[in-house]
């Protein structure tokens, strides 16, 4: 009868591995076998690149072409050119997109927001037109200011020909290393994204001179309903490009970017992403300081005050893929020695040192929070007045 159990226990055991793969202290797992000819993984916080197959091979990108036509639309946004309320009316030339649509009628008005929601979960080719030209004024000036933010980009080996990826021609290419980084780009800057990529379906109104109708927004992305943490991002197939996706996953404080281009069929596509997404989740370890709660004041010398209070630059992430135990890192907090007033706001001070197995893996630049400016010969005075009366210690004679 133990016996039994213990087969069981065992038994049990692998099958929860093949389903949730777990990260196991100082073990690296093989990398996955992929069948699509060209896929890249990333972890976007630090750009690293876990996995890489045929990175830098130019590919058709079919509707992950759309990556690029959503950055821009919430660069947009950032800039205050346009709202999410605003409205977006479809023009004749929108209406008559072939492939994927959610048949936008000639003279339609929809949200901005509608629009963006049409277009990453229903890759909706008619959607990205409407916004192609709301924004530009016409697709062609559109494509213009998408192929110089890949330029700006370094996607060196990139070109597009329209803003939806439904041409087949073979001037219009990209490769998974460059799908890769402007997903980065996009869910980084702007990860409000990943609310909308999320969404698995969701109805919205067409509302023309025939009335209103509802339209269902089923999302193209199956692996958010088939892969734990998956958010997004992207699908994409022609009958020249195959099969695409750029995959985001998120578990726990770590996210994780799989693209995978030129697949088969769409059952390889999804199987690949998520191998590659196990693949991250089981040998990656992220450390993750916040860097909320500001550093000590600094001492300062020959200043209207003693001290400036300081703040750190931002958080500090480490990516481990060898297994470290990351709870080991020491945080060590370095001060310049004998600072000097004057002191402007956003100069360095210091910095955040981050130790494993005492050697550095990384810092955090520290700088003045406020300016502080030199003693004068008035603050002298006042100082020593102060000291006659009181007996405060002052930094001019420090």
């Not at 470290?324 to 370095?334: H, P, T």
């Amino acid at each position: 009868m133990k016996k039994r159990i213990i087969t069981w226990v065992l038994l049990l055991m692998l099958i929860m591995a093949e389903i949730c793969p777990v990260k196991i202290q100082g073990a690296v797992q093989p990398a996955p076998e992929i069948s699509a000819p060209g896929a890249v993984l990333m972890e976007p916080s630090t750009g690293t690149v876990l996995y890489e197959k045929n990175g830098e091979e130019q590919r058709s990108p079919a509707s992950i072409t759309k990556i690029m036509t959503l950055l821009l639309i919430f660069e947009a946004l950032e800039d205050g050119q346009i709202t999410l309320e605003e409205e977006a009316v479809t023009s004749a030339y929108a209406k008559s997109m072939g492939g994927s649509q959610v048949f936008l009628e000639e003279g339609e008005k929809q949200t901005v927001e509608t629009l963006i929601k049409c277009i990453v979960v229903a890759s909706g080719n008619d959607a990205s037109v409407v916004m192609a030209e709301h924004l530009a004024g016409s697709e062609e000036e559109f494509v213009k200011r998408m192929n110089e933010k890949a330029g700006e980009l370094g996607m060196l080996h990139t070109q597009f020909e329209d803003c939806c990826g439904l041409t087949d021609s073979e001037e219009h290419y990209t490769t998974a290393s460059d799908v890769a980084i402007v997903s980065r780009e996009l869910i980084t800057r702007f990860p409000r994204i990943l609310e909308y990529s999320s969404i698995w379906m969701e109805n919205i109104i067409h509302r023309t001179a025939q009335g209103e109708k509802e339209f269902c927004l089923t999302n193209t992305n199956k692996l958010i309903r088939s892969y734990e943490g998956c958010v997004g991002l992207k699908t994409g197939s022609t009958s020249v490009a195959k099969y695409c996706v750029s995959a985001v996953a998120q578990r726990g404080d770590m996210t994780l970017l799989a693209v995978v281009m030129g697949a088969p069929d769409a059952k390889v596509r999804f199987k690949d992403a998520a191998a590659l997404l196990d693949y991250g989740f089981g040998n990656c370890d992220l450390y993750l300081d916040e860097n909320r709660i500001n550093p000590d004041p600094v001492p300062i010398k020959g200043g209207v005050k003693a001290e400036v209070a300081c703040r750190y630059t931002g958080e500090f992430r480490y990516l481990d893929t060898e297994g470290k135990n990351l709870s080991q890192i020491e945080k060590k907090i370095v001060y310049m020695k004998n600072l000097q007033a004057p002191v402007k706001k956003g100069d360095i001070v210091g910095e955040a040192q981050y130790l494993l197995d005492g050697k550095v893996v990384g810092k955090t630049d520290i700088v003045a929070a406020k300016s502080v400016k030199k003693a004068g010969l008035w603050d002298y005075i006042k100082h020593i007045r102060k000291r006659m009366i009181k007996g405060d210690d002052y930094s001019a004679d420090r």
